[in-house]
């Protein structure tokens, strides 16, 4: 009844840029908020940044000024912009989503399959 699917990820240099891309599809009634996560070889999942709203975002502080997340509603759909890369960002970046669908009648959290994201020095 779901699926993500999640784009973007490769290898680039040190200062590139990358633009991941989440598609949300199947009966979805609402979705509430959409985020971006991220897990490092030998660290635990963290939190790169979130979407509530189209005025309101939460980032990681070691993102900031760096990544910007977007959204666009009528397609479902999650966006991560990222700038001037560094190595530290190498990881496995995954899309998450607090939605609702046809069949369920309570918000849940969904997550996408993640993608590879690494950054050479």
């Known amino acids: 009844q779901l699926q993500f699917v999640e784009s973007g990820g490769g290898l680039v240099q040190a200062g590139g840029s990358l633009r991941l891309s989440c598609a949300a599809s199947?009966?979805?009634?609402?979705?509430?908020?959409m985020a971006w996560y991220r897990q490092a070889p030998g660290k635990q999942r963290e939190l790169v940044a979130e979407?509530?709203?189209?005025?309101?975002?939460n980032y990681a502080d070691s993102v900031k000024g760096r990544f910007t997340i977007s959204r666009d509603n009528a397609k479902n759909m999650v966006y991560l912009q990222m700038n001037s890369l560094k190595p530290e960002d190498t990881a496995v970046y995954y899309c998450?989503?607090?939605?609702?669908?046809?069949?369920?009648?309570?918000?849940?959290?969904?997550w996408g399959q993640g993608t590879q994201v690494t950054v050479s020095s």
């Open positions: 998450q989503a607090n939605l609702r669908l046809y069949s369920t009648f309570v918000f849940r959290d969904y």
């Open positions: 979407i509530i709203s189209a005025r309101v975002s």
């Open positions: 199947g009966s979805i009634l609402n979705i509430n908020t």
